[in-house]
C-alpha cells in the first residue's frame, strides 16, 4: 500500500548549496514545464557547501515563519549518486522533498505531525550528479499533481539526522553581512549571558542599533536562532569565523 | 483622515542591500501569499551595505525608464529596530515603500508629482531586525490591495534626505564587472570634460566598443550616471576605489 | 520578403555574464511589461564575463535537456554599441536571441533544423551600453508575440563562430563550488582515459562519491561536458585553473 499524498500546493522554494549558476535555473526550467503556473521561489543558494549537517539547523529556522502550503525542495547533496534514499516529508503542514543524509533529520525531529516517505517511484532518466533536477524536482511535480511517489512509509528514526543534538553549537551560516548564525535556538539561552566568543566577550543586544558601530553583539534573529553580529560590521572577519566554526555556548 | 492609497500597482520590484542568503527569498515567500499572482521581480539585491546615503543615488536611476504600475520595496535599513518611520510614497506614478533614512529622498525630491505618507499601520507581529520581511513586504502588500495605511500625510522637506545634495560625486555601486557607478547624472557634466580620477585622467567615450582593451573611460550608462569603466577589465581594480570613494567631478 | 516567426513560447530562459546587480532584474521588468504572465527564469547569468568564445560551447549543453517552448536570451556581448548584428534563432524548437558574435554559433553549428534571421527590426530608442535590456529582451517579447522582425534571412556559415572548433578543450565555467566545465562533450573521450592536467594524472570516475573527499577526477557531469573536479573540494584552487585556461585533452 501507497500512503497518499496531500494535495494543497500553493508554491514550491528551493534550499540549496547550488550557488549562483545554472543548477537553480535548471529545475526552474523543470518544474515550470512540469507544474506550469505554480510559484517557483528561490529561498536560498549559497548554504554552506556540502554540509547538510549545518544545514540541518538552519532548515527549521529558514521555514519556521513561512506562510501555509509551500514545499521545500531541499539540496545539500555531496554522496549524490550514491546509496542515500530520496525522502518526502510532511511535517506540521509543510512538505519537504530532498536527500536522506541528515538535511531534513532537525526539521522531522521537530515536527509535532510527520510524515515521511522513502520515495520509490524514479523518473524514465536521471544523470549520476544532478538528482536536484533530475529526481528531487520531478517528486516535488509528482507531490503537487497528486500522484503516486510509491513510497515506503518510514518513522522517524529511521531517518539520517534524528539522532543528531537538539541544537547545534556551531555557525551553521554566514550571512552576505557577514553575520553568524548558529544552530541553536535563542530561546536555549539566557538572554542577559554574555557569550565568550574567539577571546571575546559578546553581550546580547535587542537588535542592530542599539550596539556602537564596529561592536559584535548577539541577538535572538529574524528566524529564532542567536545570532553574532557586529554593527555595520562584518562578524567573519572580527571574529575569525565561518560555516562550522564552533561556537563555546552553554545550552540550558 | 487618511489619505486613499491608489490602485494599479501591475507588479512589486526588491531593491535592497541583502546579497545573495535567505532574506529576499522570504521577502518573496510572504507576497506571494499575501498577493498571490502578483509578479514581483528582484531588481537589485547587491546594493553597498548599511548605505542608504549612496543607494539613495542609484535608485532614481534605476527606475528611471522602468515600466509604470510598479511598486518598488526598498530596504537598505541599518537603523532597523530604531526610531525611523516607515515611509509609503507616490512618485510620478510609481510607488516606493521603505524607510525613512534617506534612502527614498532623491526619488522624493526629484519628483514632479509627490505623495508622502508616514505609514501608521502596524502587522500583528514583526521581528526586531527583518522590517523588509514582516513590515514594508506587508505594507506594499496593502497598497495593491487598495487598504488603509493609517498614513499621515507628509511634506517633501519632512522626509529623511530631502536636503542632501541634487547629485552625489562619488561611487554609489560598483558592478559586477567592476565598473564604477557614480551619483552623478551625466548631463551635469560637460561630456567633453575629461575627468581626473585616482591621479588618471579618464576620457569620455559613447559606449565600450569604442575604447582600447583595458584603456578607462567615462560614460553615460543605460541609466543615465556618470560611470567610470574599463574595457573588458574591472575600473575598481585599476583604480583602487569602491562603494563611497570621492570622484573629484566639477559638477554644472 | 520577411520570414515568419513561429508563435508557442512558453518561457523565456535568461542566459547572461551580468553577474548580481541590477542589470538582470531591469530586463525581468522589460519583459514583465512586454509580455505579462510569460515566465522569465534566470538560467544562468555568470558566465565568464566578456567571453562568448567561451559560453559558445556551454550554451548547447546547458539547454540540451530543457522543456520544449523556451526561448534563450543569451547576453554575453563585449562589443555592444558597436557593428554587431542581432540574431534570433530557431534551432531543434528552441528560439535564440542574442549578438551575432560567436556567442550562439555552437548551438546553430550543431542545430539538425536551423533557422537564422537577423533581425532589422530596432525599438524607437536604446541605450548605447545596454542591448540587452534595449533591443535583445524587446527582440524576444516579438517572438512571444508572433510580431515582425524584418529579419533577413541568413546560412549558417555567415554566423559568426559558425567556424569554430567543434569542441573547445578549455575551461569554459567554473562554478560556485570550483567545478571547472569544460567545452567538450563527454562522448569526444575516451571514458578510460586518465587526463594529465597541470601537472597531475586525473583520472575519470561515474561521480563524486566514487572519489576520496579531496580526490581530483573527471566525468560526464549532467550537461554531457567533460568536467573536472575535487570531491568536496575546490578543482579551481587545486588546480589553478580558470575561466579560459587551456585543458590538454586528445579528442577523438
Request: hydrophobic share 45%; charged share 20%.
Amino acid at each position: 500500500m501507497t500512503p497518499k499524498v496531500p494535495a494543497g500546493v500553493c508554491r514550491i522554494a528551493l534550499i540549496t548549496d547550488f550557488g549562483p549558476g545554472p543548477y537553480v535555473g535548471q529545475i526552474r526550467l523543470v518544474l515550470d514545464a512540469l507544474v506550469p503556473g505554480l510559484p517557483v521561489l528561490d529561498l536560498i543558494s549559497d548554504l554552506a557547501p556540502f554540509r547538510p549537517d549545518l544545514a540541518a539547523y538552519l532548515l527549521p529556522a529558514l521555514v519556521r515563519d513561512t506562510p501555509p502550503g509551500t514545499l521545500f525542495l531541499c539540496v545539500v547533496d555531496p554522496g549524490v549518486g550514491g546509496e542515500r534514499a530520496a525522502l518526502a516529508l510532511e511535517a506540521d503542514g509543510r512538505w519537504f522533498v530532498g536527500p536522506d543524509n541528515g538535511l531534513l533529520g532537525t526539521v522531522a525531529r521537530r515536527a509535532r505531525d510527520l510524515r515521511a516517505l522513502r520515495v520509490g517511484w524514479r523518473p524514465v532518466w536521471t544523470s549520476q550528479s544532478f538528482h536536484g533536477r533530475d529526481l528531487f524536482a520531478p517528486i516535488a511535480a509528482r507531490i503537487c499533481g497528486g500522484e503516486d511517489l510509491q513510497g515506503q512509509r518510514l518513522e522517524g528514526p529511521s531517518l539520517a539526522g534524528w539522532d543528531w543534538p537538539d541544537d547545534l553549537a556551531r555557525v551553521v551560516y554566514v550571512d552576505a553581512y557577514g553575520n553568524l548564525l548558529s544552530g541553536v535556538r535563542a530561546d536555549r539561552l539566557d538572554p542577559q549571558a554574555n557569550l565568550s566568543v574567539a577571546g571575546l566577550s559578546i553581550p546580547w543586544a535587542r537588535t542592530f542599533c542599539e550596539v556602537p558601530h564596529g561592536s559584535a553583539f548577539w541577538y535572538e534573529n529574524a528566524f529564532g536562532l542567536v545570532e553574532i553580529a557586529v554593527n555595520q560590521g562584518r562578524a567573519d572577519k572580527v571574529l575569525g569565523l565561518g560555516p562550522g566554526s564552533a561556537l563555546p555556548l552553554c545550552l540550558g
